[in-house]
């Protein structure tokens, strides 16, 4: 369980694709903030607010910061394995193919679950947008029933399922299946609506704010919060929480290969598009807050704080009223708007959030078919998951199993646990992919880095703690789930992965990994 495989064989795979030189640090910057700005500052504002009150703003500069050190960790060894796999590879090639399946199995939960949470996000839009033009969707339709299954909770009082967040996926499955590419200028486009709206809100918003400063007081009403304790709330409970705002920086990362100079224009790319969406993301918590307020609810009847996304926190009375608190919203930016006066400019955020998101949720749910992919080309999955469709030439039996997957989770969950949820999996995978760095500095001093992380021994470090402070600042319910989630990888490794592995019977697959994977761009 400890093999690995041969870094040649999988450098000679990137060696195939020749990849021209051509990005610079702008054209990177402007790459990383494309990738970064959307999903988790649409919908987890109201999450963040319920869990840290205005404190949330620091929540941002922390998982910024963590995501900065991890991002330089990442820079080193995606400019050397260049390949399909990201964390998954690197760990093959560098700690053995336990650690490797770990990572993968990890990468899987972050990506399939992370699709629900913005599949579950969009659905809180267009039910707010079609509320808003006087088209009232079911209740029952628009939200999961009130579930509690082992340490898994969630959902509303009256709810049966969440119908949008479930056709949504299916839309999404359908075009992956289909193998339709999705248009770079698309993409653009796409980005430049997100900005745009976020834009409006931070101009409508900021000039609201010097006349309501007692809105930032109490500044943290739930305390700094304890990685300890198995609440996940307080200051650093918002930030492993918003951390998912921040998911799409190693997208710069994996365009290394693509770079000119990479060890001066990654870590400018990386930096630079990081510290500009953490700005961004300042503004628009400090618009929110300093415009219409975001302290967190306290229940009446036994004096303690609403658990974020709770049954009874949506069937307070706070909640049910004519003018919710943000931390009531499934739609947190354009409910503000709408409740400071300017009801068309939250509908046209809505909106904005409507048509951008659904590419979140296909970049996503790709991500986690060709993790899914390469394991199953690797033998540590069964074969016929890897199944290319003979007419769209896709892997269209995983891309089913993850729209079920990410279907499932969306009918039922709130969008702040299956954020959460996601989150562990990324923080252990970039953990990992930390530690790797470092070993790999031993173990093949003399092997070619286009990008070397600048003091490595500091920052690989920070990375580590980072990630492991947001892992344990998670609720308890995130941390089960994602033991449970490990346990039933490490059955299912041994019972056949183990046994089955590529390498384990001398097979090197030198392949195009992305051979067959359904020709989307990288996520």
Known sequence: MWRVKPLDQILATAEKKSLHRSLGPIQLTLLGIGAVIG????VLTATAAQKAGPGMMVSFMIAGLVCAVAALCYSELASMVPVA?????YSYAVMGELVAWLVG??????????????????SGHITGFLDAVGLHLPHALTVGPPISIGFVHG?????????????????????????????????AVLVGIKITALTLFVIITLPLVSGHMSNFHPFTPRGWGNPLDSTGTGVLGAAASIFFAYVGFDAVSTAAEETKNPQRNVPIGLIASLAICTVFYLLVAGGAIGAFGAQPLIDAVTGKFFADGSPEL?????????????????????????????????????LAATIALPSVVLLMMYGQTRIFFV????????????????????PWIITLVTGVIVAIAAAFLPVGSLADYSNAGTLFAFAAVSVGVMILRFTDKNRVRPFKTPLLFVVAPVSIIGCLLLFFSLGMESK?????????GLVLYFAYGFWKSNVR???????????????????
Request: aromatic share 8%.
């Open 505 to 523: 019977h001398g097979i090197v697959d030198d392949v195009d990994l992305d051979d067959g994977a359904g020709g989307l761009p990288p996520s």
């Open 85 to 89: 796999g990201s964390a998954y590879t």
């Open 39 to 42: 999903t988790g500052i649409f």
């Open 314 to 350: 949506y069937a307070s009375a706070a909640c049910t009223g004519a003018h919710a608190p943000l931390v009531c919203s499934k739609e947190a930016l354009a409910h503000v708007l709408r409740e400071v006066g300017q009801p068309f400019f939250g509908n046209l955020l809505g």
């Open 480 to 488: 089960l789930v994602f033991v449970g989630w490990t346990a039933i």
């Open 155 to 187: 959902g509303e009082i009256g709810g049966v399922l969440n119908l949008p967040a479930v056709l949504i996926t299916a839309a999404v499955t359908a075009l992956l299946i289909l193998g339709t590419k999705e248009s770079a200028t698309v993409n």
């Open 375 to 394: 394991m199953a080309r690797d033998g540590l999955l069964p074969k016929g998951l890897s199944a290319v469709h003979p007419k769209f030439h896709t």
């Open 105 to 122: 199995w990890a990468l899987i939960l972050e990506y399939a679950l992370g699709a629900s949470a913005v599949a579950v996000g969009w």
